[in-house]
């Protein structure tokens, strides 16, 4: 398959398939539903989500306990995360493909991203922040690393992989019709539920 950016080939391949292993298992899984039960507390009637970028899906497995019934859909780039994902979700609510190349062709009450907007390449940027919007029915979830400024920082030995920047105000900018109603941080050295020193922003689609 033919990639527009480095970082897409970096993620659908060796890299992101060794990934798979350093982020699941029980302990995750606890972290991200006290998470979301966190980021969401203010929204209402999630009964369907699609997540961008959901590798084999811990933020969509938390998600199904908080919300059982759901429906949810998942876009993910790597092949191997994409048959896992395929355990938990119906084979035709996985999209694989890459968020660069994936135009929703419906609306979801929910669309989420979750430490996935910092590994794409800036230039880039605007074209997912319109597929989020498009793909939100009513709320909007974004987690990620934030910075006032844009910043390219190292990940795990590798340039050009890692971008941190102010995510929710880039997509406020670009979207009027989308509102901030609620916003928190979560600490990698929380005692109890450690996440990786992600800033959340929900936003609702109003109009």
């Known amino acids: 398959m033919p ?3 480095e970082q897409e080939a970096f993620w659908a391949g060796e890299f992101g398939t060794e990934y798979i292993g350093r982020n699941a298992g029980d302990k995750l899984l606890a972290a991200n539903l006290a998470f979301f ?11 369907s989500c699609i997540e961008f970028g959901a590798n084999i899906g811990m933020n969509l497995r938390a998600l199904q306990l908080l ?4 429906e949810q859909h998942a876009v993910e ?14 084979a035709d609510h996985v999209h694989r493909a890459s968020i660069l190349d994936f135009v929703p062709s419906r609306t979801w009450d929910l669309a989420l991203i979750k430490g996935v907007l910092i590994h794409i390449h800036p230039d880039w940027l ?31 030995g590798h340039r050009d992989r890692l971008f941190k920047r102010d995510f929710c105000g880039e997509i406020l900018d670009r979207h009027h019709d989308l509102e901030l109603i609620d916003y928190g941080f979560a600490y990698r050295r929380d005692p ?8 959340w922003f929900l936003m609702e689609k109003r109009g």
């Open 77 to 90: 780039i790597n092949e191997t995360a994409a048959a896992e994902l395929g355990r938990i979700l119906p």
């Open 126 to 156: 605007p074209r997912v922040y319109d597929a989020l919007h498009a793909a939100a029915g009513r709320y909007l979830l974004v987690c990620e690393y934030y910075n006032p400024t844009p910043q390219a920082i190292s990940y795990r």
């Open 37 to 47: 039960a966190k980021a969401l507390a203010s929204a209402r009637r999630v009964t």
């Open 3 to 5: 990639y527009k950016t």
């Open 192 to 199: 109890n539920f450690p996440q990786d020193d992600i800033t």
């Open 67 to 70: 919300h059982p019934g759901q």
